[in-house]
């Protein structure tokens, strides 16, 4: 049963444009959210992250924003650059605990 | 601040064999936890310490795994009987107390190949 789902395996975007990766969830007790992007060999780097109170936190070209209506949050990272090439995870907290379910991730590819 | 360093990076071992996993959080972190991700997966929790003590255990944690912060600090994740289904990349992450909890910093991970 997969809680939370990123059903887009891929994006291409090209260099300045919008980048928008997308996530849905299951559980209406998922209170915290967070994305990372990793880049090969390497451990998940934190990018940003979203309380359910909120449904919006931007940090300068990321913007997470939640719909809890529609259990989904999406990334927008703007302008994108070929170096925010990497795959992005997005990861969900229980209510009441610290450990994070994540989504099978999203390999953005933004070219030059 | 080094961040959250985890020893070996790499580790190949013959299966029925046990290793063992070192992992240095940030220094002032007090939570401390290990996940492992397999390809084309997400990170999956196994389990999470606050200071010395053990507050969650996933069921993927089984009998053979185990994990110790003995005071609160380092901590090492042992497999024992190694099978081939435990390749993975088994990766640390830390958060501190207070506003920024929530937030989880992951170190390199170490990637074990069970031959």
């Known amino acids: 049963d997969q809680q939370v789902k990123q059903n887009s395996p891929s994006l291409s975007v090209q260099e300045g444009r919008i980048s928008i990766l997308n996530c849905d969830y299951t559980?209406?007790?998922?209170?915290?959210f967070l994305w990372y992007k990793k880049y090969p060999a390497e451990g998940p780097t934190f990018l940003i992250s979203i309380s359910s109170i909120k449904d919006k936190n931007e940090d300068g070209r990321f913007t997470v924003f939640l719909n809890k209506s529609a259990k989904h949050l999406s990334l927008h990272i703007v302008p994108s650059q070929p170096g925010d090439s990497a795959v992005y995870f997005c990861a969900a907290s229980p209510s009441g605990t610290y450990k994070y379910i994540f989504g099978t991730g999203t390999r953005l590819k933004v070219l030059a | 601040d080094t961040g959250v360093s985890q020893d070996p990076r790499h580790k190949i071992t013959k299966r029925g064999q046990n290793v063992t996993f070192r992992c240095d959080p940030i220094?002032?972190?007090?939570?401390l936890y290990w996940y492992r991700q397999t390809l084309g997966q997400g990170p999956e929790f196994l389990t999470y310490f606050q200071n010395e003590a053990q507050l969650e255990k996933s069921r993927l944690l089984s009998d053979r795994f185990s994990a110790e912060r003995p005071k609160g600090s380092f901590s090492t994740l042992e497999i024992q009987r190694t099978e081939q289904g435990d390749s993975a990349m088994y990766l640390c992450?830390?958060?501190?107390?207070?506003?920024?909890?929530?937030?989880?910093?992951f170190g390199p991970g170490t990637r074990l190949t069970v031959t």
């Open positions: 992450a830390s958060s501190t107390r207070g506003t920024n909890s929530y937030e989880q910093y």
């Open positions: 220094s002032e972190h007090n939570r």
């Open positions: 559980n209406s007790m998922f209170d915290y």
